[in-house]
C-alpha cells in the first residue's frame, strides 16, 4: 500500500465522490443548527438529519462531506489508548432516495482498492444477518463468501427510536496474524485487535413504527462514514492515531515544547503528551467554530478540554502558558482543509491564551489543596471526597467536576458527585436571590402576604386602563388605605403598566380616582403578580376602588424605540461580528440600550462602523414589527432566538423586525422600525472575561449626544486657543510637534548608547574564553536592548550579553548571544531562566535571544552574579 497522508486521503476521497456525480459539501459547524438533541456534532450524518427525515431539501440527491466531529463521552481513555481522541474527522457519502446497496458498496470497494489501493486480500466485509441482498453483492464484487461475516442486530443494524432505521454493512481490514487471539475462527466480530473497522454503509430502507413491526421506505437512503484517522492509521501502517502524520506533527511539537520523549505509550509522560496533542485540535476546531469556554454547555466542555491540557501541561514540567503556541501546529496542518482555521487564527488564540491565563493563576493552589484533602482522606482511611470540598474546588478555583475527578483517580480516590451537585443547586439558589435589591426583597414580603389572582396584562395593546384595587401594603403590611404622601405597594387585577423584566425598565404613570391621584414609579413582577410602587400625591386610595391607570406614553415609546433597536442590534453583530456572539445580559429604559454579549477581543472601529450601519440601514427599510404567540417548539423551529435571563413557558411570545431579526421576547416594540429614527453607538468596552459591552442611543437620545460632542469640541477649541472650525488641525499640529521631539529623544538615546559599545565591549568580562557584557538601563524599552545586541553582534564575535532595564518597580532582562557561540552549547532561552530567577522573575526564548520580566530591581546586580556563574 501507498503511504498516504491524512489531507491526502480526505481530498482523494472528496474528488472520487465527485467524480461520481455527488455535491461536496464544506463540513457543517460543531454547533447544531436547529438541533436540540446534539450539544456538538458528533458524526458526519448529524448535521444530514434534516435531509433524510425530509424537513429539508438536500442541495443534491447525491452528496459527500468531510465533517468535523466531537465526542467526550470516552475522554478518560484519551491518552491511554492509541486510538480514543475527542476530535476526528468523519469522510462520509449520503444518497437522499437516489443509489442504493449496489451502488454504495461498488463504489466503496473501488476506492479503496483501485485508488487507496488496499491488498484486496486483507479487506473483510460483515453484514446484518438477514441481508441477502448485501451478501450478494459482496460475492458480485468478489469478496470471498468466507470473508463476509453475518452478524445479528446489535452490531449491523442501524436504529434509534421509531423513525427510519436499517442494516448495514461494515468493511474491515486485517492486520495480520500477530494482532490477532490465536483462535481458529478468529475474524470481524472477534475482541482482538487483527480486525479493524474502518468504514459502515447504512443501508436506511425501513421505519420502526410504533408496535414494534418495520414497513418499507418509499425512498431508501444510504449513509455511510469513515473515520478519517483510523483510514490513516491502516494507509500509513502505524498502530496509533497519534502516529498519523499530522497528529504526530502537533505531539512532536508538545515534545520540542516540554522536553520529554516520547516513548510510543511506554511512559508515563507520554498520556500526559497524547492528551494534550488530541485536546489542542479540539480546542482549536471548538473555537473557530465559535464555541467559547464557559460553566455551561458546549462551552464548559471546551473550558474543560483547555484546562486539561494546560494541567498535563504542568505535569510535563513545561512552564507558562504554551497551548497558543502549540495550537499554531493544528492550523499548520489542518488550516488549508479548513481555512476557517486560518482566518480565525488570532481569535482562536486570544480565547485560548485568555483560558490558560485564568487557569494558570489557580491551577498550582487548586492542586495543593486537592492534594492535601487526599493525604487528610488517607489519614481518615477514606477514599471519597465531600462534595462540599469538590464544590469549593469548583466555585473558587475554576476547576471542572471531571478535572477533580482526575486528579483524585490518580490518588486512588473519587469525588462525591452527588454533594457536588447539592452545592451547586444550592449555589444557584443564592444567586438567583442574590439579584434582588434590598428594596425589592421588601416587595417580595409583601407580595408572599398576598392572596391575589394573577394580573392581567393589557400594556401590549392599551397605555390607559381601569382597574380594581384588590391590596395595598405600606411598609410590608396590609393596610386598608394609603393616604397623601405615604409610599404603598397596590396590586390591581389588571394592567397597563409593564413590570421590569427581560433587560426592559418598568413604565411609570399616573393612577388616580376622584378622590384620589396616585403616582406610578416602578412597577415590578413575581408569579405573574403585578406590584406597583406609587407615591399618594393627593387624597387617599382604597382596597376595592377603581382606578383610571394612565402610562407614561412619552418613557413608554422612547423605551420600546430603545428595545427593538436591541434586537436590531443583536442580529447586526452577529452578521457583522460572528455567528458565536450571544446576549449575555441588557438594560433598555427611555434614555439609553445597553447588551452585553459574548466575545473574547474588542470590537474593531470598523466592525463597530458596519454595525451601525446595518441598523440604520434596517431602520430606513421601514420594517414592520410584529409580534405572535407560539409553542416554544415552533418558535425553535422559526429560528427565534431565547433572550438572556427570560423564563419561558408553553407559550412563548416571537417578535419578528422584518425577516432580519427573530427573538423570544417579552418586552414593548415599537410598531415599525423606521420609528427608532436613528441609532448611535456611544461605547463598546469589555466588562468580563469574554463578555463585551455596547452602549446606544436613538431617536431624540442622538441629538442629546451631538448636542454634548458639540460643546465638548467647544471646550476643546478654547484649551487649544483655537476656533471649533480649526480644532482637528490644531491638535494634529500639536501631536506633528510631540513626534518629532520623541523622534529627537530617540536619536539622542540611541546616539548614547552607540557610543557605549567600544566601552562595553572592552569592559567585558573574560569567563573561560567567552567575553561577557552585564549592564543596567534606566526607562530603555526592550526594543532598545535588543538593537543595541544587533549592533554588538554586527561588529563582535564570542560574546554573552546580559542586558537590564528598569521601568519603575519592574526590571526587564535581555540575553543575547552572539551566533558563533551557538555550537558550543550556549542557549539564551535556558541561561534567563536562572538570570531572572534572581530578580524573583521567569521568562524564556530561542538561542541566540530571550528576554523576561522580573519584580525586583534591587537584585539586578545578583542576576549578573548569576551570569558569570553559568558561564563559569
Known sequence: MEKLGLNQIRQMFRDFYVSKGHYAAGSASLIPKN????????????????????????????????????????????????????????????????????????????????HLKMPVDRIWATVYQDDDQAVEIWKKIGVPEERIVRLGKEDNFWEIGLGPCGPCSEIYFDRGEEYGCGKPDCKPGCDCDRYLEFWN????????????????????????????????????????????????????????KSGVKYEDGAAKTDVSIRIITDHLRSMVFMIADGIIPSNEGRGYVLRRLIRRAARHGKILGIEGKFLVELSNR????????????VEKKDYIQKIISVEEEKFASTIDQGTSIILEYVEELKKENKTVLEGEKVFKLYDTFGFPLELTEEILAEAGCTADVDGFNVNMKKQKEMARAGRKSTEEEAWKEAEAAVNVPETVFTGYTETEDEAKVLAIYIDGKEAQTAETYQNAVVYLDK??????????????????????????????????????????????LSK?????????????????????????????????????????????????????????????????????????????EFLPVTTAETSMKEAQEMG????????????????????????????????????????????????????????????TG????????????????????????????????????????????????????????????????????????????????????????????????????????VNGPKVTFLVSITDDLLAKGLHAGNMIKQIAAACGGGGGGKADMAQAGAKDPTKISAAFKVAEELLS
Open 640 to 699: 427565534a432566538m431565547a433572550l438572556f435571563g427570560e423564563k419561558y413557558g408553553d407559550k412563548v411570545r416571537v417578535v419578528n423586525c422584518g425577516d432580519f431579526s427573530i427573538e423570544l421576547c417579552g418586552g414593548t416594540h415599537v410598531a415599525n422600525t423606521g420609528q427608532i429614527g436613528v441609532f448611535k453607538i456611544v461605547s463598546e468596552a469589555g466588562v468580563a472575561s469574554g463578555v463585551r459591552r455596547i452602549e446606544a442611543v436613538t431617536g
Open 201 to 256: 454503509h447504512v443501508f436506511t430502507q425501513f421505519s420502526k413504527e410504533e408496535d414494534g413491526s418495520y414497513s418499507d421506505l418509499e425512498h431508501p437512503n444510504i449513509d455511510t462514514g469513515m473515520g478519517l484517522e483510523r483510514m490513516a492509521c491502516i494507509m500509513q501502517g502505524v498502530d496509533s492515531i497519534f502516529d498519523v502524520d499530522t497528529i504526530r506533527h502537533i505531539l512532536n511539537g508538545v515534545v520540542e
Open 544 to 620: 376595592g376602588d377603581t382606578v383610571s391607570c394612565g402610562v407614561n406614553v412619552f418613557k413608554r415609546n422612547a423605551t420600546a424605540r430603545n428595545h427593538t433597536a436591541t434586537h436590531l442590534l443583536q442580529k447586526a453583530l452577529r452578521e457583522v461580528v460572528g455567528a458565536h456572539v450571544e446576549q449575555a445580559g441588557s438594560s433598555v429604559n427611555e434614555n439609553t440600550l445597553r447588551f452585553d454579549f459574548t466575545h473574547f477581543e474588542g470590537v474593531t472601529p470598523e466592525q463597530l462602523a458596519q454595525v451601525e450601519l446595518l441598523v440604520n440601514e434596517r431602520i430606513t
Open 35 to 114: 438541533d436540540k438533541s446534539l450539544l456538538i456534532i458528533n458524526s458526519g450524518m448529524a448535521p444530514l438529519k434534516p435531509y433524510f427525515a425530509g424537513v429539508e431539501t438536500p442541495p443534491s440527491k447525491r452528496m459527500t462531506t468531510c465533517q468535523k466531529c466531537i465526542r467526550t463521552g470516552d475522554i478518560d481513555n484519551v491518552g491511554i489508548t492509541s486510538r480514543h481522541g475527542t476530535f476526528f474527522e468523519m469522510l462520509g457519502n449520503f444518497s437522499f432516495g437516489d443509489y442504493f446497496k449496489e451502488e454504495s458498496l461498488h463504489w466503496g470497494w473501488e476506492f479503496i482498492t483501485e
Open 702 to 805: 442622538v441629538l442629546l449626544k451631538a448636542m454634548e460632542a458639540e460643546e465638548t469640541v467647544k471646550q476643546i477649541a478654547e484649551n487649544l486657543k483655537s476656533n471649533p472650525a480649526a480644532v482637528v488641525q490644531k491638535s494634529a499640529s500639536i501631536v506633528e510637534e510631540l513626534k518629532d521631539t520623541k523622534k529627537e529623544l530617540e536619536d539622542f538615546k540611541k546616539a548614547a548608547m552607540g557610543s557605549e559599545v567600544d566601552d562595553m565591549v572592552k569592559e567585558a568580562k573574560d569567563i573561560g574564553g567567552v567575553k561577557l557584557v552585564t549592564k543596567e538601563f534606566k526607562d530603555y524599552n526592550i526594543n532598545d536592548l535588543r538593537n543595541l545586541s544587533d549592533d554588538i553582534k554586527a561588529q563582535h564575535k564570542g560574546i554573552v550579553m546580559v542586558f537590564a532595564t
Open 330 to 341: 493544528v492550523i499548520e496542518v489542518s488550516g488549508e482543509a479548513y481555512p476557517e482555521l
Open 495 to 540: 394592567t397597563p403598566f409593564y413590570a421590569e423584566g427581560g433587560g426592559q425598565a418598568s413604565d411609570n404613570g399616573i393612577m388616580s380616582t376622584d378622590k384620589c391621584c396616585a403616582k406610578v414609579t416602578a412597577v415590578e413582577k413575581s408569579q405573574g403578580i403585578f406590584a406597583h410602587k406609587v407615591l399618594i400625591e393627593g387624597g387617599s
